[in-house]
T-cell receptor
Framework: LAKTTQPISMDSYEGQEVNITCSHNNIATNDYITWYQQFPSQGPRFIIQGYKTKVTNEVASLFIPADRKSSTLSLPRVSLSDTAVYYCLVGDYGAPPFNKFYFGSGTKLNVKP | ETGVTQSPTHLIKTRGQQVTLRCSSQSGHNTVSWYQQALGQGPQFIFQYYREEENGRGNFPPRFSGLQFPNYSSELNVNALELDDSALYLC?????????????FGPGTRLTVT
């Protein structure tokens, strides 16, 4: 079963690049890696998803090494509004009815002025 | 496009009671997943429904059950409530049950068991 491990918290300053790494040693061949952002009292919100190598969208980049046992979310030039909890999600996809999803414990990112 | 909605927003129940939480999926989505999020922890997967059938289940006891209706809305039922069931319950819908599908989360229902 694919499970994930993340740092509990990180501090950064406005304008800096932030990299958050997630470990998923038991990831299966068919699993995708997805990152979500969550603000207090809200549901998680999709940031980015990837399978291998590098993926970039308008808000973040996702780096996945060849062995896929970890992934790194990169947030360029963070602002105060990026203060949130960031989760790495790996799916365990089997033939129905065996879909399962594993969120990590999350990384609390605190952006300071 | 209407997003995922959940009701009620907050709920207080007594140990041993039963509770039903409701979720309306985003328009065009046929898959709904439910998660339990205890304070300070990540969401824990309860189960997923795809076209009215259970499509996967996490490590939750049978007293956690669900339904999905023809319009793809969903219910989460919890029987014999325990104090540890106090949590934020999140519903997420996705266009299909494919592994690459993004999940769209609702705001959650905060359940307090006393």
């Amino acid at each position: 079963l694919a499970k994930t491990t993340q740092p509990i918290s990180m501090d950064s300053y406005e304008g800096q690049e932030v990299n958050i790494t997630c470990s998923h040693n038991n990831i299966a061949t068919n699993d995708y890696i997805t990152w979500y952002q969550q603000f207090p009292s809200q549901g998680p919100r999709f940031i980015i998803q990837g399978y291998k190598t590098k993926v970039t969208n308008e808000v973040a980049s996702l780096f996945i090494p060849a062995d896929r046992k970890s992934s790194t979310l990169s947030l360029p030039r963070v602002s105060l509004s990026d203060t949130a909890v960031y989760y790495c999600l790996v799916g365990d996809y089997g033939a129905p009815p065996f879909n399962k999803f594993y969120f990590g414990s999350g990384t609390k990112l605190n952006v300071k002025p | 496009e209407t997003g995922v909605t959940q009701s009620p927003t907050h709920l207080i129940k007594t140990r041993g009671q039963q509770v039903t939480l409701r979720c309306s999926s985003q328009s065009g989505h046929n898959t709904v997943s439910w998660y339990q999020q205890a304070l300070g922890q990540g969401p824990q997967f309860i189960f997923q429904y795809y076209r009215e059938e259970e499509n996967g289940r996490g490590n939750f006891p049978p007293r956690f059950s669900g339904l999905q209706f023809p319009n793809y809305s969903s219910e989460l039922n919890v029987n014999a409530l325990e104090l540890d069931d106090s949590a934020l319950y999140l519903c997420a819908s996705s266009p299909t049950a494919l592994k690459r599908d993004e999940q769209y989360f609702g705001p959650g229902t905060r359940l307090t068991v006393t």
